[in-house]
């Protein structure tokens, strides 16, 4: 039976926006590594306008088939074979030199978001940068309405699941090492935080 590449609607909505936030933050970066990268769309898309990065995806082992089917497609040289990543087991040894995730931490337990701030602060040298994307809160209070009402069905689905605020990422960010350098507005109430691996 033939597998059909998955899709996803947002990737395909949300990908100029983000990618005009890389580009200019991914400059001096030749090693990056997407952490949740689910069917592949925004690595192909993103390998394909930075052709000075090698982009390595990674995701859960039971999305890797799906996602290596936009890979294949693709036939990019800077889009190398998906790794299998889950925060709460081994990580890969790298190097890299940036981080990007798109829509990870809402879908994570708190303690999952923790480890995935931990292993970022491992992996990358000082200065480097971890972009994550997605919907936050901050001090508690939701930035729209949309996103107090995705926040509700996330915990009504999984209640360990949910947007997370900025002051617990705060608090897993310093100690990993990581400092916010950039809050960026991006559309739809979601935001792309940029932090940076201290010296």
């Known amino acids: 039976m ?3 590449k998955p ?3 947002a990737c395909e909505e949300n990908q100029a926006p983000i990618l005009k936030v890389l580009a200019p933050r991914l400059q001096a970066a030749r090693q990056v590594l997407e952490i949740g990268s689910c069917t592949g769309q925004h690595a192909v ?3 394909a306008a930075l052709p000075h990065l090698t982009w390595q995806c990674s995701d859960l082992a039971e ?3 799906g996602m290596q089917l936009w890979i294949d497609e693709a036939a990019l040289p800077n889009l190398p074979p998906p790794l299998v990543l889950d925060v709460d087991g081994p990580w890969p040894s790298g190097p890299f030199d940036a981080v990007f995730s798109a829509n990870t931490a809402h879908i994570m337990s708190l303690a999952q978001v923790e480890r995935l701030f931990a292993g970022v602060g491992r992996l990358l ?3 480097a940068p971890f972009l994550l994307y997605g919907p936050f809160s901050y001090g508690g209070r939701h930035t729209s309405e949309s996103n107090a009402r995705f926040d509700a069905s996330l915990r009504w689905h ?8 900025l002051d617990a990422l705060q608090g897993f960010a310093a100690t990993a090492g990581l400092t916010l350098a950039e809050d960026l507005p991006m559309p739809v109430n979601n935001r792309t935080l940029v932090w940076r691996r201290l010296d």
């Open 158 to 165: 999984d209640p360990a699941s949910g947007v997370r605020d």
């Open 7 to 9: 899709f996803a609607p």
């Open 63 to 65: 999305y890797l088939p």
């Open 2 to 4: 033939t597998m059909n």
């Open 45 to 47: 898309h993103f390998a």
């Open 125 to 127: 040298p000082p200065g």
